[in-house]
């Protein structure tokens, strides 16, 4: 059975940017043009003892232990295999997760690129050495320092899995099939009330993303990289888009019953959502990466700054991007492994072509989950926009 995460959606009232070290400078062309500086903290340099208990923050999914079904449990083998006891904290969005961390409870967190930088800039998060986890080696090299996961190629997490947000629709319904994302942009759209989006705040990298390729003037080369014109053309895009939506959708099981239903016809989905849907055989869908390219995501394990159990957690991730483990993972929750060798574990033979998982080409089309920060992406200085501005304009969005 493939899941994934419930919900992503991100809530005004939850929101704190950690602006000071994340955003640096002030709004607008104020202050240094240089990155903020990471808060330093110290990096594991060996290994000992076990402690003995582990206390995760992640996904659903990510840390099952036979209570959901009792033949997909990699949790017990872990606990047998090193004596940590793990303790785990669903996460049901990127901002509960960067609170949950806060408290400094959790030795890890599996985060989404749209919590790294956060964390990191946060000071909540330590450098990782990834010479005590053998598996990193043979993670997929396209996942390896990269702008969500690391700052001046210092890893800071071990990468878990990933996946492409794609342009879906009901065959039968939407004719001609669809090659661009205007067909959920589109002010006069023949879906009109059956289109669905995504219910988050990184959502607007996605409009970003369409603008790129059809406002060059705007000069938008980065779509978590948005000055404040930028990302007024963006949410303006949306809230025209807004009048056209029927809903918007963060639990996976909701587009599913909605395009089942013929509540909605077209809009953006994740490849395991298609998956579903086609074995219901209920309606038929497709999905693809529109000539625009498509936004995504990529999950990485972290280690909280001052875990109180960083041994255990180190072995975690190990054991967690083990090539067997790290199949089951992505089979169960529906995603691209970020483990090279994990494609030859899998059940499904077929999986990983399915999910693109050694594909680079692929994976280099996406524009994955970064947070956005005042200290432009792009490299142009302090001069874009803010997550916590992101968020503001979600909840004008949203209405």
């Not at 419930?6 to 950690?18: D, F, N, P, Q, R």
């Not at 993303?209 to 303006?236: E, R």
């Not at 524009?367 to 200085?381: A, N, S, V």
């Amino acid at each position: 059975m493939l899941r994934r995460r419930m919900t992503v959606a991100i809530a005004l009232g939850t929101v704190t940017l950690l602006t000071a070290a994340a955003c640096g400078g002030s709004s607008g062309g104020g202050g240094s043009n240089a990155a903020p500086p990471v808060p330093k903290v110290a990096m594991q340099q060996q290994l000992g003892k076990a402690e003995g208990q582990l206390n995760l923050v992640n996904w659903a999914g990510y840390a099952e232990d036979g209570t959901n079904d009792k033949t997909v449990d990699w949790v017990h083998p872990f606990e047998q295999a090193t004596g940590c006891h793990v303790n785990d904290k669903i996460g049901n969005t990127s901002d509960e997760m960067v609170q949950l961390m806060k408290t400094g409870q959790y030795d890890g967190v599996s985060a989404s690129g749209d919590a790294t930088l956060r964390l990191i800039y946060g000071g909540l998060v330590a450098p990782v050495n990834t010479s005590l986890v053998p598996n990193y080696a043979t993670i997929q090299p396209f996942l390896k320092d990269r702008a969500w996961n690391s700052v001046k190629q210092q890893m800071y997490g071990i990468p878990h899995g990933w996946g492409a947000n794609l342009l879906m629709w009901n065959s039968k319904s939407v004719q001609p099939a669809p090659t661009s994302w205007g067909a959920v942009f589109d002010a006069n759209s023949p879906y009109k009330s059956h289109i669905t989006a995504y219910d988050s705040p990184i959502y607007i990298a996605d409009a970003a993303l369409y603008l790129m390729k059809h406002q060059p003037t705007l000069k938008i080369t980065n779509p978590y990289a948005l000055d404040q014109k930028q990302l007024d053309a963006a949410v303006a895009l949306l809230k025209t888009q807004r009048a056209n939506v029927g809903e918007y959708w963060a639990d996976y099981t909701k587009e599913v019953q909605a395009f089942e239903s013929g509540d909605s016809v077209i809009g953006t989905t994740w490849q395991v959502i298609a998956n579903l849907i086609t074995a219901d055989k209920k309606v038929t869908v497709q999905a693809i990466e529109p000539s625009e390219g498509s936004t995504g995501w990529s999950d990485t394990w972290m280690v909280a700054a001052h875990a109180a159990h960083p041994v255990c957690m180190y072995k975690w991730m190990n054991w967690i991007t083990s090539p067997t483990v790290n199949a089951q993972v992505a089979e169960w929750f529906g995603e691209a492994p970020a483990q090279s060798l994990a494609c030859s574990h899998t059940a499904d033979k077929s999986f990983c072509d399915t999910y693109h998982a050694a594909d680079k080409a692929y994976s280099d089309s996406l524009h994955y989950w970064t947070t956005p920060t005042k200290h432009c992406l792009d490299g142009r200085g302090n001069v874009c926009t803010s997550y916590s501005q992101w968020t503001q304009e979600w909840t004008a969005i949203k209405g």
